[in-house]
């Protein structure tokens, strides 16, 4: 480990932070996983098309990364991965579909929890979406509880705000 903005490089995976010229990319990755998610967890048509529209677009990215961190996963120059980091909070963690159960995740949620650690803070949180929380309980986060979503669109759907203490 380098610095902070060069944060880990295992099993050929690179993890940055990441560049401006990589913004489409990363909205990319973002509209495929909503995609994917959209499927996996039953969002009718005009949720995915929010999320897509929204919160994956190549403006959102550009707005949210000035005022968050943002890594990228790079396997032979492939962007295949994303997180958003902000204080001890991973807001966004998104490995493109078709690089799901390679262990790309993990490596990537390494480095953003070292990210969090390096920062200060002692405790990691996040909100899951069901489908992600066994990947979030093999990195050793814990459910403390459920919240309804921020917003009116996805009516009676809860998120999983877990944990994990950190430890030098
Ligand atoms: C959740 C996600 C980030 C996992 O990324 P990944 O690169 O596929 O995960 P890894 O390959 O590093 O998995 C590490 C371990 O986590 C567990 N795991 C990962 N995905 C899992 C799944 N779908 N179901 C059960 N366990 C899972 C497994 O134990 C896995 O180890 P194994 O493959 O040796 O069994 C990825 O599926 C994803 O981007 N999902 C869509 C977006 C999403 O839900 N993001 C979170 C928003 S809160």
Known sequence: METKANLMEADRIIIRKMQTDEIPRVSEILCDSYRWLAQKEGYTPAQCDWLV??????????????????????????????????????????????????????????????????????????????????????????????????NDIFPGRQVAIMSKKLVR
């Open 53 to 150: 529209t929204n919160r994956g677009s190549i403006q959102t990215v550009t707005i949210e990364s000035q005022k968050e961190l943002y890594l990228v996963a790079i396997q032979e120059k492939v962007i295949c991965g994303m997180t958003a980091i902000r204080e001890n909070s991973i807001t966004k963690f998104y490995i493109d579909p078709s690089f799901h159960r390679q262990g790309i995740g993990a490596i990537l949620f390494k480095a953003a929890e070292n990210q969090i650690l390096l920062s200060g803070y002692r405790e990691l949180v996040l909100g899951a979406t069901d489908t992600a929380i066994p990947f979030y309980q093999k990195m050793g986060l814990i459910e403390i509880r459920r919240e309804p979503y921020q």
